[in-house]
């Protein structure tokens, strides 16, 4: 009956922390949005397959 009891409470911590895992983080990280192209060096802010179009 104790071993029961322990993997029950071993399985609850388990769920517990994969649901804290999962959901740690979402609402809290801003969309990266971006009006401006940018560089660094030469490099362009768009793919060449693009640019030769």
Same mark, same amino acid.
């Given at each position: #009956? /104790? @071993? @029961? &009891?322990? %993997? %029950?409470? &071993?399985?609850? !911590? %388990?769920? !517990?922390?994969?649901?804290? !895992?999962v959901t740690d983080g979402r609402g809290h990280t801003p969309e990266i949005r971006s009006t401006?192209?940018? +560089? $660094? &060096?030469? %490099?362009? +802010? /768009?793919?060449? $397959? +693009? @640019?030769? #179009?």
């Open positions: #009956m /104790e @071993l @029961l &009891g322990i %993997l %029950l409470f &071993g399985l609850w !911590v %388990l769920i !517990v922390t994969v649901c804290v !895992v401006d192209p940018w +560089s $660094a &060096g030469n %490099l362009p +802010s /768009e793919p060449y $397959a +693009s @640019l030769r #179009m």
